[in-house]
């Protein structure tokens, strides 16, 4: 079973940059696509970057041109500049799993990691 563990995250006013990190450690025959997710209380999750082998990365409009997704391996990693208030969520780690080729993929979380930012 593939496990998402994240790291990173933290406090920053508003402005800064973060970077928030994901390894994925276990064995599969594909783990793709990978992405982030947020969850701010009271509000659902949603979803900030994803990206597939072969295809451009996808974000949501809030953090177009502001965030940045790249992949090395089994390693996630979104870097995070002009951070603003409304960033502020638990940022969860997303695989797409696949343990064998014959199996339907099945999607793997993280134990997510908080991101603050302060006015």
């Known amino acids: 079973q593939v496990q998402l563990v994240e790291s990173g995250g933290g406090l920053v006013q508003a402005g800064g940059s973060l970077r928030v990190s994901c390894t994925a450690s276990?064995?599969?025959?594909?783990?793709?696509?990978m992405g982030w997710y947020r969850q701010a209380p009271g509000k659902q999750r949603e979803l900030v970057a994803s990206?597939?082998?072969?295809?451009n990365a996808n974000y949501a409009d809030a953090v177009k041109g502001r965030f940045t997704i790249s992949r090395d391996k089994n390693t996630l990693n979104l870097q995070m500049n002009s951070l603003k208030p409304e960033d502020t969520a638990v940022y969860y780690c997303h695989a797409g799993v696949r343990r064998y080729s014959y199996e339907s993929q099945y999607d793997s979380w993280g134990q997510g990691t908080q991101v603050t930012v302060s006015s």
């Open positions: 276990g064995s599969a025959f594909s783990i793709n696509p």
């Open positions: 990206i597939s082998t072969g295809y």
